[in-house]
C-alpha cells in the first residue's frame, strides 16, 4: 500500500479554524487580528462519502466549478475528524458540512453557500437563503433521513479518478 503524503490544505486549514460546534449559519474563531472576510483560498464542502445523492452533488459541483475553487472531504474520513465536531450515531441524522472563510455552515445553509460561491447561474439557487430556516431545515432532514432509502447507499466511500484526485481531502 502507498503511504499517503500530507495534505498541507488540512493543516493551513486547522491552524485558523477550531472545532466549533456545527450549527445552523456560520461560526468562526481566527486568530487575533487575522481577517474573517478574505475568502478562503480552497473552501471544503464535507459530503457523506457512500450516500449516492451527497456523491451526485460532488459531481455536479465538480462539473459546474471550472475554477477548481472547492477541495471535498468525506465525513467519514481524517479531514473531518480533525476540522467538525464529532458526528452523531446515526448517518441519517448527518448533514453536509461546508468550512469557508464564514464558518462552518450545515444543512440547507451549507448547499445555498456552494451555489452562493460557485457564481453565476447557480448563484440563484443561492436566493433560497431567504426562506426561513425553520421551513428550509425541515424540508432538508426529510430528504437527509430518508436519502439512503430514495436514492441508494454505496459500501465505501468515493474514490476521486486521477483528475479528481488534487481536489480531495482525506
Known amino acids: 500500500m502507498e503511504a499517503r503524503a500530507p495534505v498541507p490544505a488540512v493543516a ?4 485558523i479554524w477550531h472545532r466549533d ?19 478562503l ?3 471544503i464542502i ?18 459546474a466549478d471550472g475554477r477548481e475553487v472547492f477541495r471535498f472531504a468525506p465525513l467519514q474520513g481524517e479531514t473531518a475528524r480533525a476540522l467538525l465536531p464529532p458526528l452523531g450515531g446515526d448517518p441519517r441524522e448527518w448533514s453536509m ?23 453565476g447561474a447557480w448563484w440563484l439557487l443561492g436566493l433560497l437563503r431567504f426562506v426561513p430556516r425553520f421551513i428550509r431545515n425541515p424540508a432538508y432532514r426529510l430528504v437527509a433521513r430518508n436519502r439512503y432509502r430514495w436514492f441508494g447507499r454505496r459500501d465505501s466511500c468515493r474514490l476521486p479518478s486521477a483528475e479528481e484526485k488534487a481536489r480531495f481531502l482525506p
Not at 456545527?22 to 461560526?27: D, E, F, K, L
Open 12 to 15: 493551513d486549514v486547522v491552524q
Open 21 to 39: 460546534p456545527v450549527m445552523s449559519g456560520a461560526t468562526a474563531t481566527t486568530p487575533a487580528g487575522a481577517s474573517r472576510t478574505r475568502p
Open 41 to 43: 483560498e480552497h473552501p
Open 46 to 63: 464535507f459530503f457523506d462519502g457512500v450516500c449516492a445523492m451527497c456523491n451526485r452533488f460532488v459531481d455536479l459541483i465538480l462539473r
Open 97 to 119: 458540512v461546508y468550512l469557508d472563510e464564514r464558518g462552518i455552515h450545515d444543512q440547507s445553509d451549507a448547499s445555498l453557500e456552494v451555489y452562493r460561491r460557485l457564481g
